[in-house]
Each structure stands twice: as C-alpha cells, then as structure tokens.
C-alpha cells in the first residue's frame, strides 16, 4: 500500500461517550462509509504514556514512558521515524508533549510551537501548550499543515475533551459537549479527506472517570473508541484491533518498511 493517512487522537475520549455523542460519525458509520471499534488502552491509562503507546506500539510499562512527567525524547521507533526513513513527509497539530517525544526535549515554546525542518522526525508541526487551547483552532491548525505541506502521515490531537473532564468529571454535560464539539469540528473536514483519498483514524488515548481523572482499570478509564475511514480498511466487524496495531496498521497504510505488531484483519486485501 502507499496511502496518505491522518490520525486523529482526541485526548480524554471514552469510548461510551464517543459512541453516544459523536452523531456526524456515527451517521458516516451507519451509511456504510465507516467502522467503529471498541478498544481497550494499555496500562497506565495516562496521556504521555498512551501516545507512545499509540505512536510507536510500545506498551508503557517497556518504553519506560510511565507517568506523564517523563520529559525525554522517546527510545523507541515510532511512526515519524518509519515515515521518514521512506522518505514520507510527516506533520502535527498536537500538543507539546508530542514534540517532546520525537522532536525536542524540553519543549521550548518560542523554538517549538512553529516547527518546520526537514531533519526532525516531525518536520511540520503546531504545537500547543494550554489544555484549554481551542478545537477549532487545532483543527484548523492540521488542515493547514495539510494543504501547505501535503504529508503522508499527519497527526491532529486536540485536548478539550479531555480539559472538560478533568474539571467536571465524566457524568458532566461539559464533558459530553467537548465531545460533540469535536465531533462537528471533524464534519467540517472529513468529507473533503475521505474525497481525496485519505485513510483516516479517530481514536482517543484514553477514557475518563467520574473523579475527574484517569489512570486505573475502570472500564470508563480504559475502553476508547476507532473510528476508521477508507477504502483500505477491510471494514470487519470482527477485526478486534488493539492499541498497540495503530502503529503498525498505519505503518502498513503507508506503505514503509517495519517491525511493528499489526491487525491484517482491520485491512482490506
């Protein structure tokens, strides 16, 4: 395969509230233009860890990436790498945390937030700093990486869902309407990937839970949805993905040389 592929990882999402809220998915998956999937998120169930998780297919408790305080460039390959090992353009709209793992570490906003350089393993990114930083812009951030740069492999990670429920906890309207207004947000940009030709992934780090946090085994905590948007998706509603494939499913998209766990039965043949 050599697919273009975004990856859209919307912090903080639970899956039941994806699945509940997400109207404009949910009628894409009900035409038949789309597949949602219910996963469980490696342990611990925080951020930092959880997208190395995602991003490189690593579970936390090997990339040594345990608590959101470890501020180091990551020691594993991750999707970036692989991309531009091919040669692929890569791109994020993400928070700092991102540029910390694959980029620079410590993040330094006046050097980072703009970043464009063709060595990083993420060469054009927008980065953020304030979990409140809005949606919309994010969004609007990753569409224009899109169209000034065209990568191949571009991440979009907004942080309000995941903002609302820590100050109001997962029960709360807040938290429910972050989630919705991530959901129109993506209406505004889908219809014009899934025409180009795009593989689109919409997951979520993790969950949530009524204490207004996240880190254990509840099932609040850990199950997160994946939405999938493609002619290269197989679509099998048996497919049963795991965390730990979204590397390696995207590596596949892709089309560039790996050694990453992937699930076959999420692709078409």
Known sequence: MNNKVILVLIDGL?????????????????????????????????????????????????SGVV????????????????????GAT????AYHWISELYNRSPYDA???????????????????????????????DGEILRRRHDPDFLLIHPMNTDDAGHRHGLESSQYR????RADNFL??????????GYQVLVTSDHGMNKDHT??????????????IFGKHFSHDPGAAPRQLELCGVIAELLGVSHEKIWNKKLLAA
């Open 67 to 86: 608590h959101n305080d470890v501020t180091r460039l990551s020691t594993e390959e991750s999707i970036f790498h692989l991309a531009r090992k091919a």
């Open 110 to 140: 006046v050097r980072d937030r703009f970043t464009d350089d063709e060595s990083l393993p993420i060469q054009h990114g927008v980065f953020y700093h304030a979990d409140s930083y809005p949606d919309d812009h994010l969004f609007i």
């Open 177 to 180: 309407n972050a989630a919705r």
């Open 187 to 196: 209406s505004a940009h889908l219809p014009t990937w899934i025409e180009q």
């Open 214 to 227: 996240h880190r254990g085994v509840l099932p609040e905590e850990r199950q997160v949805p994946l939405f």
């Open 14 to 62: 639970a899956w039941q509230v994806a699945h509940d809220c997400m109207g404009y998915l949910q009628g894409l998956r009900e035409a038949g233009r789309a597949s949602l999937y219910r996963m469980d998120c490696e342990l611990p169930a925080l951020s930092r860890p959880l997208y190395e998780c995602v991003l490189t297919g690593v579970r936390p408790v090997d």
């Open 90 to 93: 890569t791109a994020a709209a």
